[in-house]
Nanobody
């Protein structure tokens, strides 16, 4: 089992930057593929980005490609989401997730563990 706690969400102006963090505890962090998802009220939780166990591979949703960057520090048991050139449509609750399947899955049903979420609001 792994426990996940997100932080870093806040209000940011369009075009601004922020970095989300997700701290993990419990099972060995490098056992997990890690990902970020986001959700707005009334919509399904959607995939944002994923990173392989040792950070060699990453994968992004088209909507965030070239603006967001996922990274991880296995020594610190933390995964990050650097959000640049933010847009109002990036407003959502952001969740980190972990899976043991060693695949960069975009399907939320393939992730076994979730954090509680952190609110990001992009508004002027």
């Amino acid at each position: 089992q792994v426990q996940l706690v997100e932080s870093g969400g806040r209000l940011v102006r369009p075009g601004g930057s922020l970095r989300l963090s997700c701290a993990a505890s419990g099972r060995t962090f490098s056992d997990y593929v890690m990902a970020w998802f986001r959700q707005v009220p009334g919509k399904e939780r959607e995939f944002v980005a994923a990173i392989s166990r040792f950070g060699v591979q990453t994968y992004y949703a088209n909507s965030v490609k070239a603006r967001f960057s996922i990274s991880r520090d296995n020594a610190e048991n933390t995964v990050y989401l650097q959000m640049n050139r933010t847009k109002p449509e990036d407003t959502a609750v952001y969740y980190c997730a972990a899976n043991l399947r060693s695949i960069l899955a975009t399907d939320r049903n393939l992730y076994d563990h979730w954090g509680q979420g952190t609110q990001v609001t992009v508004s002027s």
